[in-house]
Nanobody, 124 residues
Framework: VQLQASGGGLVQPGGSLNLSCAAS????????IGWFRQAPGKQREGVSC????????MYANVVKGRFTISRDNAKNTVYLQMNNLKPEDSALYSC??????????????????WGQGTLVTVSS
């Protein structure tokens, strides 16, 4: 099981980025795939998750209405479209898989395989 996150970069406040999480060794529609972020000096937090055959999704309150998670089963990839980015969204973003789907609260305890992160910096 491998996950590879990409798509981070430097963007101005109000801008957008689309992160990708490419999976190998399993199919993304059979697991919950979560996005997490960790800013310097802060704890890692769950941002969004998608799981189930119907692609059920959930979001942390701080990103609702701005971030959209999706997946492309043919490409075995999960995406995180981030719009109206704020400086407080700056962090290392990582994706991870959970074999129980998307746990309540996107708690990282339930995610067992992690990819390396991609850095997002929101600054003018």
């Amino acid at each position: 099981v491998q996950l590879q996150a990409s798509g981070g970069g430097l963007v101005q406040p109000g801008g957008s980025l689309n992160l990708s999480c490419a999976a190998s060794g399993f199919t993304v529609d059979t697991y919950g795939i979560g996005w997490f972020r960790q800013a310097p000096g802060k704890q890692r937090e769950g941002v969004s998750c998608i799981g189930g055959t119907m692609g059920f999704s959930m979001y942390a309150n701080v990103v609702k209405g701005r971030f959209t998670i999706s997946r492309d089963n043919a490409k075995n990839t999960v995406y995180l479209q981030m719009n109206n980015l704020k400086p407080e969204d700056s962090a290392l973003y990582s994706c991870a898989s959970s074999d129980i789907g998307c746990p309540y609260g996107i708690r990282e305890t339930y995610f067992t395989s992690w990819g390396q992160g991609t850095l997002v910096t929101v600054s003018s």
